[in-house]
C-alpha cells in the first residue's frame, strides 16, 4: 500500500534502532522521508534495511538540543520538499545513574536531548504545519515516564515531561489540525537496550505478559497509525506499545 504517497515525514534519531524502522515503514507506504541524525552514516555505508527505498529517503545532520542546528535542519526540510507533514520526535538518550551519584551533566544531556529537544523540533515545524492547517506529531517517549525505574531519574523525567509536553501543544495546535500523540515503548530490541545487564533484561521480560521484547517495528507500525486517516481523531493521547507491561 501507498496511504503516505507525497508525504512528507521527518523522523530524529532517524537513521538506526527504532528510528530507522520508522523511516523504512514510511518510505515503504511511498512516503518522502527525512532522517534526522547526530551522527550520519559515513559516505557509501549503506544504513537502510532495505536499499530499494533509498531514492525516498534523505538524511541531515542535526543536534535536536540545538536551537540553531533544529532550525537549520527544519529549514533544509520545507527548502526541499515544500512541507512537512508528520514529525516523528524519536531521538533519545539514556546517562544512567544511581540518584546519589548521578551528575549535573548526566541529568542536563538527557533532559536537553529529549525534553527539549522535542520542544525545539515541535516549535520548528509549528509554522509550517499551522499554515498547511494539518499536521502530525508523534513523540518517542517510554514507559518509565508513567511508571519511573529506579536509576533513571534524569531519563524517567524526561519522558514524563514529554507527556506533558504531548497534551499541552495538542490543545495547542488543534484548531489547526495538528494531532500530538505520544507513544510509550516498553523493553525495545535496539543498541539502547543493549546496554543493559541480564538482570534488568530478565526483569523486564518475566514481567511482560506477551512474554517477549518488542521489536522496532512494533513501535513503527504504532507510529504509522497515528500519522494515518484511521487515527484523525486522536490527539493528547499516550498509547502504549509495551506488551501489557504497563496496564
Ligand atoms: P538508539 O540509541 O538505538 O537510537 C537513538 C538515536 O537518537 C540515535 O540515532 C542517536 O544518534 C540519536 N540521537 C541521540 N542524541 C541525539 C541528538 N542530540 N540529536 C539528534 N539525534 C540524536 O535508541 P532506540 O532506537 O532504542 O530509541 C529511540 C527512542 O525510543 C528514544 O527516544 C528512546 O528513549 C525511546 N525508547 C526506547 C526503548 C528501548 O527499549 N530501546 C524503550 C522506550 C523508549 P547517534 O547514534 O548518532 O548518537
Redesign the pocket.
Known amino acids: 500500500m501507498n496511504r503516505f504517497n507525497d508525504k512528507v515525514v521527518v523522523v ?2 532517524g ?5 530507522l524502522s520508522i523511516v523504512e515503514k514510511f518510505a515503504n507506504e511511498g512516503a518522502k522521508v527525512y532522517a534526522l ?3 550520519l552514516p559515513n559516505e557509501g555505508e549503506q544504513f537502510l534495511t532495505d536499499n530499494s527505498l533509498s531514492d525516498r529517503v534523505k538524511t541531515a545532520q ?4 540545538n536551537l540553531d542546528s533544529v532550525t537549520a535542519a527544519m529549514e533544509y526540510v520545507i527548502k526541499d520538499a515544500g512541507r512537512i507533514d508528520v514529525l516523528i520526535n ?4 539514556t546517562r544512567d545513574n544511581l540518584l546519589m551519584r548521578m551528575s549535573e551533566a548526566e541529568f542536563d544531556s538527557v533532559i536537553n ?2 525534553l527539549k ?1 522535542s520542544f525545539l523540533c515541535i516549535k520548528a515545524v509549528t509554522r509550517q504545519m499551522m499554515g498547511q492547517r494539518s499536521g502530525r506529531i508523534i513523540n ?1 517517549g ?2 518509565v515516564g508513567t511508571i519511573g525505574n529506579a536509576g533513571q531519574t534524569n531519563y524517567s523525567s524526561s519522558k514524563a515531561g514529554m507527556i506533558g509536553l504531548t497534551k499541552s501543544a495538542a490543545k495547542e495546535l488543534a484548531s489547526r489540525n495538528i494531532l500530538v500523540n505520544l507513544i510509550a ?4 530490541i ?4 543493549h546496554q543493559l545487564t541480564e538482570e534488568q533484561k530478565n526483569f523486564f521480560l518475566n514481567n511482560i505478559p506477551l512474554k517477549r521484547g518488542a521489536t522496532p517495528d512494533d513501535i513503527a507500525n504504532v507510529a504509522i497509525f497515528l500519522a494515518g486517516e484511521e487515527s484523525s481523531y486522536i490527539t493528547g493521547q499516550v498509547i502504549h506499545v509495551d506488551g501489557g507491561l504497563y496496564m
Do not use: H, L
Open positions: 530524529t534519531g537513521c538506526r534502532g527504532i528510528g541524525d547526530f551522527k542535526v543536534d535536536v538540543s524519536n531521538a533519545g538518550i536531548t529529549n529537544g518517542i517510554s514507559i515503548p516498553g523493553f525495545v535496539t543498541a539502547m537496550t
